[in-house]
């Protein structure tokens, strides 16, 4: 995020549209994990190492597959291969991106969208794991973002029951996948949006700091108590 938005996007901190500069940083945060990994690793203790990777759903349309392996070159597969070998890989994931001759496209007319303007696209996390695995050659995998903005809470739970789904599926199929994170717990300062992207499982009232649990909170709650998606069983 820091070097796509920031130095190529130029929407975060130093607001900048380099590609060359963008991909200095890319190698200045490759070299700084390899570095860190080392001293983390001689001692003391054996603490387990690994990074985190902000990844999507890049779906090429007809035309749109070189561009899409350009932009996952730099986007993904640039830390990805460098957490090759570690002793996990982090997965941030929300939707999906549809990428066409000239980039990325929106999402199609009609479809539902989050308060972050993203497509309602749960299915992202699982097709996420699965080329994160294959990408870093079956490097373990632990989910530490994935939710949604929504001012419907039901929305949440359909999306995360749909997300965790997903993961069973990887699991079935041999992927190691360590844990599941949902971001966010609270109702939290989104990046350059502020307060406006509610993604949290608690509310917060911004004037009394008062906190509220959601819905969501309780569903999943009992997810994590039975360890089984179907908390109805």
């Known amino acids: 995020m820091v070097a796509t938005i920031g130095y190529l996007g130029g ?6 549209r380099d590609r060359a500069r963008r991909r200095a940083v890319n190698a200045v945060f490759v ?3 390899r570095k860190a990994c080392d001293a983390i690793k001689s001692g003391p203790g054996d603490a387990p190492v690994g990074l985190t990777v902000a990844m999507a759903d890049f779906q090429a349309l007809p035309g749109g597959e070189a ?17 090759a070998g570690d002793d996990f890989v ?3 994931c929300y939707t999906r991106t549809r990428v066409g001759p000239d980039g990325a496209v929106g999402p199609e007319d009609g479809v539902e969208t989050t308060i972050m303007g993203y497509e309602f696209w749960p299915e992202a996390l699982a097709a996420c794991l699965r080329r994160a695995w294959e990408v870093t050659g079956g490097t373990p995998l632990l989910v530490t973002e ?15 029951e749909r997300a965790l789904a997903g993961v069973l599926d ?15 717990a609270l109702d939290n300062f989104e990046w350059a949006y502020g307060y406006g ?10 004037a009394t700091f008062a906190r509220s649990p959601k819905p969501s ?3 999943l709650g009992g997810v994590a108590r039975a360890n089984a998606l179907d908390v109805s069983a």
């Open 11 to 16: 929407a975060f901190p130093p607001g900048v």
């Open 31 to 33: 070299d700084a994990h």
């Open 67 to 83: 561009k899409r392996s350009q932009i996952l070159e730099g986007l993904e597969d640039v830390f990805l291969e460098a957490a």
């Open 90 to 92: 982090g997965v941030q």
């Open 146 to 160: 994935n939710g949604v903005a929504a001012e419907d809470d039901t929305r949440r739970v359909a999306y995360v």
């Open 170 to 184: 990887c699991l079935d199929e041999g992927i190691r996948v360590l844990g599941y994170t949902y971001w966010s």
């Open 197 to 206: 992207p509610t993604f949290g499982l608690i509310a917060v009232d911004r």
């Open 217 to 219: 909170a309780t569903w």
